[in-house]
């Protein structure tokens, strides 16, 4: 081994040591290497460390399971009125249940009270919930098909096909919604009403006209938004070179869309449509409330709101049930979707 090459201490050369070639423990001092994951590994890798995003997908699963299981095991049901049991407060009896009781039979507790009909209260924002929540994921499933279809096809032509397409978007941008729905309900109500009573058609006296015309608004008027962001992403995408070998081995407009656009955007439109969910369960709520939502005894967490304002004071536990529980599907979907963001967005990760 040569000996080290020395150096005057008054020079102001570099010292020639400093440039030699590193040993193998020195380079493997220095090798970090970190496991290869895909995007989706890597996406809920990092989602699973978020616990907000965690708590808030709990709480969904529970309120999913609250809506969806529990009332099949429920004693009461939803349109149930029980002749004495008015107005009850929570985890009370009737005089004719507790006559019951004293007799031995097992009668359960109602959780939440009653309403001014006697109907379990706990039953009716369980349902309330469901309804919320089926309104929130089939308009949410309406507005991305929609929208990521629309927005997809402007972005990949562009020119005069993206100019037209979009132009029409800032005109449905100024349509009012409101307005619309209850021009529909009003429209829809009667040829709707006698298809109801065709064989096979009783599913919309279930439904209702005014709650059918809500999926329709939804499907005219809510995806806007959700075209402008996919046609952003597929503006920047489809100029990437594995875009131009497909058109090069002659894939179709439509195949390359499909395949390789939409594929490597659908981070941005999970996100997209998680973050539309609780604005379509507030607007579902806020139509309820109006009476332009489910037809009766059908109850939704809307409904429930707007007939306990009439015996707040009296009876305010029948405002804070249906309440509270919008305001926690709400609230959790945002943080959800929030966390979705940061986790599966390419420009937020470390």
């Known amino acids: 081994m040569s000996e080290p090459i020395k150096k005057n201490p008054l020079s102001l050369q570099l010292n020639v040591e400093d440039f030699l070639p590193a040993d193998e423990n020195e380079k493997q001092s220095l090798v970090i290497m970190r496991e290869s994951v895909g995007f989706w590994k890597d996406g809920m890798r990092r989602l699973r460390k978020n616990a907000v995003a965690?708590?808030?997908l709990c709480i969904i699963v529970l309120v999913m399971i609250f809506s969806f299981i529990v009332p099949s095991f429920y004693p009461y049901s939803y349109e149930q009125q029980i002749r004495g049991a008015e107005n009850l407060s929570p985890m009370t009896?009737?005089?004719k249940e507790q006559a019951a009781m004293a007799a031995g039979e097992k009668v359960f507790p109602h959780v939440l009270g009653t309403d001014g009909l006697g109907r379990d209260y706990a039953i009716r924002v369980m349902m309330g919930s469901r309804i919320s929540l089926t309104v929130g994921l089939v308009a949410s499933a309406l507005i991305l098909l929609i929208g990521s279809l629309y927005g997809s096809i402007a972005g990949f032509f562009g020119g005069w096909v993206d100019l037209m397409m979009m132009r029409i978007v800032d005109i449905i941008y100024t349509v009012p919604d409101i307005l619309i729905i209850i021009l529909l309900a009003t429209v829809l109500k009667y040829p709707l009403?006698?298809?109801a009573m065709q064989p096979?058609?009783?599913?919309i006296s279930v439904?209702?006209?005014?709650?059918?015309?809500?999926?329709i608004v939804f499907a005219l008027l809510y995806w806007v938004g959700m075209a402008r962001i996919v046609r952003g992403q597929v503006m920047s995408l489809k100029e990437n070179e594995y875009v131009t070998a497909a058109r090069a081995l002659g894939a179709s407009n439509g195949r390359i869309i499909k395949k390789h656009i939409l594929t490597n955007c659908i981070g941005t439109l999970i996100v997209t449509t998680t973050l539309q969910i609780p604005s379509a369960i507030f607007t579902e709520s806020f139509l309820s409330f109006l009476g332009i939502g489910v037809a009766k005894p059908m109850p939704s967490l809307g409904s429930l709101a707007a007939d306990a304002i009439k015996g707040m004071r009296s009876f305010p536990y029948q405002l804070f049930a249906p309440a509270i529980v919008i305001s926690i599907i709400i609230l959790s979907f945002n943080l959800f979707g929030d966390g979705l963001r940061d986790a599966f967005d390419p420009k937020l990760k470390n």
């Open 93 to 95: 009896y009737s005089e």
């Open 207 to 215: 439904v209702g006209v005014n709650m059918i015309s809500i999926f």
């Open 193 to 195: 009403g006698n298809l």
């Open 54 to 56: 965690m708590i808030s």
């Open 200 to 203: 096979g058609f009783g599913w």
